[in-house]
């Protein structure tokens, strides 16, 4: 009786690591009616071939790693809406520790990483302990010859079932049963093969940048700044969803009459994101050096290839090139590769004030002072200012104060120890988007209050990096909005684009690719005969 007991715990434990699913929208108990087709293979097959060749071992480990796979595209799912790539994701995990840890405490956050590790060791030696029960069953030869034979049939079952879906072969229908398991973890092998062939190819192209040789580019803007800024989490949702619509085009709307009156014109249109829920930086390098880095990989192979970014153009120009960057906290060496002359991280800027938990400076305070960090130049600036407030937790947002009121930060602690926790916050998803809808609002008043606040009529553009994570975004798109903002004879160079005057782009505009936009860019702003190299 107890034998039969711990084989049917075992098979019930294998069942289960078996049905467990990958994806939110599938984490369901209607998982649990899913036929895995490996389960006898295992079962069987080791009622077959007993305590040998330390079978139950390997199938022990080959489970364990299926389940990482699968917990990790959950948390990839949530976060990036993507699946995880074991070559790509891994640097991920630091990443993924700190915001924890800025969310939610270090000590917290590594006793939830320390608690993972041991589940999935704990996890390990239960699977062992299963499957060795059933390769410790005693039956005779002629019983251990038929689970030999059942074992070899799911077998097959499994390959075509797997090999239907995978489209290697097509059926009718579908085999009865799943081999969902098998085919998650065949697939992510391939896709690793692919990454890597990818990387080849893609680091090849990158090194044929037919802007290579161009001097004297962008002589169309004139003598004046060029500003582009980005807005964390900005993307179609703020247009398209009825949560967030109501305020952010209101917002919207109230900022073109201040823009015209400080001599402003405006045109918006979409750019679609490599990425979305987070990894800004495969949005910045996409748009800047007009390479598709869709990936950690091939952004490694973008900086490694010597591509040139607008912002090496535009020091070769004759701009002063530099980047504002409240985010970066830490050594940021691959910056050499990427055309900036000056650097002002998070420690540069002169804020006195608290943290806004993974906030190290809220974006008003950002954009009060970077052009007192910049200093005077004789030439003209092409500046990257990467805002944050809008990125999550999204929790304590201030309001838009005075612009003279804001002094050394401090001013703003009020609002920086207020208010929910992001541990608080994040229970109800609800509230979570409502914050959301506060933070991009708040990143927009600051940024377009201070575009109209400008001297010298500069060209400003603000764009989204990518969209926020799907639970908050609601809608399956990665496009993010783009605002031209300079003089109109400026502008006018980009009237064949096509795009919306003002500041809410058409909803039907076509999107284009991030990595589209710095070739589209060069031309619009540059006489034809300085394309190519000629001066």
């Known amino acids: 009786m107890n034998k039969a007991v711990f084989l049917g715990a075992g098979a019930l434990l294998v ?56 917990v990790a595209d959950y948390g990839m799912f949530i976060a990036y809406n993507r699946t995880f790539n074991p070559i790509l994701d891994t640097f991920l995990i630091e990443a993924g520790i700190s915001l ?57 079952w499994t390959v075509a079932d797997a090999g239907h879906h995978l489209k290697h ?31 080849v190819a893609f680091s090849a192209n990158a ?60 045109q918006s249109g979409w750019l679609t994101s490599p990425t979305e829920g987070g990894q800004s930086w ?17 952004y490694n192979a973008m900086l490694a290839s010597g591509r040139k970014w607008l912002f090496h153009l535009a020091q070769e120009a004759g701009y002063r090139t530099a980047t504002i960057m409240p985010a970066i906290t830490l050594g940021w060496p691959e910056s050499s590769a990427m055309g900036f002359e000056v650097i002002h991280a998070a420690a540069d800027i002169p ?16 954009l009060s002072v970077y052009e007192d960090l910049l200093g005077e130049d004789p030439r003209p600036d092409f500046i990257q200012i990467a805002l944050i407030s809008s990125h999550a937790p999204w929790v304590p947002i201030p309001p838009v104060l005075p612009w003279d009121a804001l002094g050394d930060g401090t001013v703003f602690n009020q609002w ?39 001297d010298d ?30 003089p109109p004879e400026v502008l006018d160079h980009t009237a064949a684009w096509g795009w919306t005057t003002g500041l809410i782009p058409d909803a039907t505009l076509p999107a284009w690719r991030m990595d589209a936009f710095r070739d589209r860019f060069i031309t619009a702003f540059t006489s034809a005969n300085r394309l190519g190299g000629e001066s």
Not at 215 to 223: E, M, N, V
Not at 282 to 298: E, K, P, Q, V, Y
Not at 351 to 366: I, L, S
Not at 425 to 450: F, G, N, P
């Open 15 to 70: 069942f289960l690591v078996l049905v467990l699913p990958n994806h939110p929208g599938t984490m369901k108990w209607s998982a649990l009616n899913r036929f895995p087709l490996e389960l006898p293979v295992i079962l069987f097959g080791l009622l077959a071939v007993g305590r040998r060749w330390g079978v139950a071992a390997t199938i022990a480990a080959l489970l364990v790693v299926a389940t990482f796979i699968k």
């Open 100 to 156: 924890l840890s800025d969310s939610i405490g270090k000590t917290r956050a590594y006793l939830a990483v320390g608690g993972a590790v041991v589940v999935m060791i704990l996890l390990y030696f239960a699977l062992l302990h299963a499957l060795r029960v059933w390769s410790r069953v005693n039956v005779p030869v002629f019983a251990r010859m038929a689970a030999a034979a059942v074992a070899f049939v799911f077998a097959g």
């Open 282 to 298: 495969l949005a910045h390098g996409s748009l800047a050096s007009g390479l598709w880095t869709t990936h950690h990989g091939r």
């Open 457 to 486: 009529a500069p060209l400003v553009m603000v764009i989204g990096d990518h969209q926020p994570a799907g639970f908050v975004s609601q809608i399956d798109s990665r496009d993010v909005a783009i605002h031209m903002i300079g």
């Open 169 to 199: 072969w097509s059926f009718d229908r579908s085999p009865p049963g799943t081999a969902w398991t098998s085919r998650l973890t065949f697939k992510r092998l391939v896709d690793m093969q692919d990454t890597a062939a990818d990387l």
């Open 351 to 366: 804020y006195e004030g608290d943290r806004f938990n993974w906030v190290t400076v809220p974006d008003q305070f950002t």
């Open 207 to 266: 090194k044929n940048d037919p802007y290579r040789d161009a001097t004297g580019l962008f002589d169309l803007i004139g003598d004046r700044d060029v500003i582009l800024i980005y807005l964390e989490s900005y993307g179609r949702t703020s247009f398209e969803n009825p949560l967030y619509m109501d305020t952010h085009l209101t917002t919207l709307l109230n900022a073109e009459g201040p823009l015209r009156d400080a001599g402003f014109a405006m």
């Open 416 to 454: 920086a120890n207020s208010g929910p926790t992001p541990r608080e916050l994040w229970k109800d998803r609800d509230d979570v988007r409502d914050q959301y809808r506060i933070a991009v609002d708040y990143s927009l008043q600051a940024t377009l209050e201070h575009i109209a606040l400008l």
